[in-house]
């Protein structure tokens, strides 16, 4: 069974101030790894997918980061606003098409 | 374009019964996976069919079973239900082949055991 572990597990922020979480994975037989925002009763939508060592992604205000070898990734939410209130997964993948989910970091962004 | 699609939204089953889960993958996506969400815990793999063959499997009994269509579209079949089989249960498409493993999810079946 694989350990991917993300943290915080929860987190209150105000509105304005930035905000990072951490995703920790094997180091060993990577092959991808994912992140999503999920909000609540809807699909979970991608928001980055990362496939090398030193990867850095960006889209908007919301950026992520990869280390492979260290076996961890980090999301990081510029000038959080409400609308980023959601639960954000980061998904592991470590083999042929296998993949590993982490338990989630729910945000809340108050106004 | 629609997205990935499920069916039904929500279902309640007793204890003992059978379930079947229906997904349509997003256009022009050959490859269906199938997740359970349990409460407080992230999406575990249950299996992924390709090319109408269950490719991959995760840790889930043979009471979860699966099937593809020509048409991509699949459904999950779980037998012999338990109250620990309540979860939300969401499908994912994808290209098979691409090395990155983009895949796009529906927005999930809950199901409920009594």
């Known amino acids: 069974i694989l350990n991917v572990e993300q943290s915080p597990q929860s987190l209150h922020v105000q509105e304005g101030d930035s905000t990072n979480f951490t995703c920790s994975f094997p180091s060993s037989n990577f092959y991808a790894l994912h992140w999503y925002r999920w909000e609540t009763a809807k699909s979970p939508e991608a928001l980055f997918v990362m496939t090398l060592n030193g990867d850095e992604k960006k889209k908007g205000r919301i950026s992520a980061t990869l280390n492979t070898k260290e076996g961890y990734s980090y999301l990081y939410i510029k000038g959080s606003q409400p609308e980023d209130s959601a639960t954000y997964l980061c998904a592991f993948f470590g083999g042929y098409q296998k993949v590993t989910f982490g338990i989630g970091t729910k945000l809340q962004v108050i106004p | 374009d629609a997205g990935v699609t499920q069916s039904p939204t929500h279902l309640i089953k007793t204890r003992g019964q059978q379930v079947t889960l229906r997904c349509s993958p997003k256009s022009g996506h050959d490859t269906v996976s199938w997740y359970q969400q349990a409460l407080g815990q992230g999406p575990q793999f249950i299996f992924q069919y390709y090319e109408e063959e269950e490719r991959q499997r995760g840790n889930f009994p043979d009471r979860f079973s699966g099937h593809q269509f020509p048409n991509y579209s699949s459904e999950l079949n779980v037998n012999a239900l338990l109250l620990g089989d309540s979860a939300l249960y969401l499908c994912?498409?994808?290209?098979w082949g691409t090395g990155s493993y983009e895949q796009y999810f529906g927005p999930g079946t809950r199901l409920t055991v009594t």
């Open positions: 994912a498409s994808s290209l």
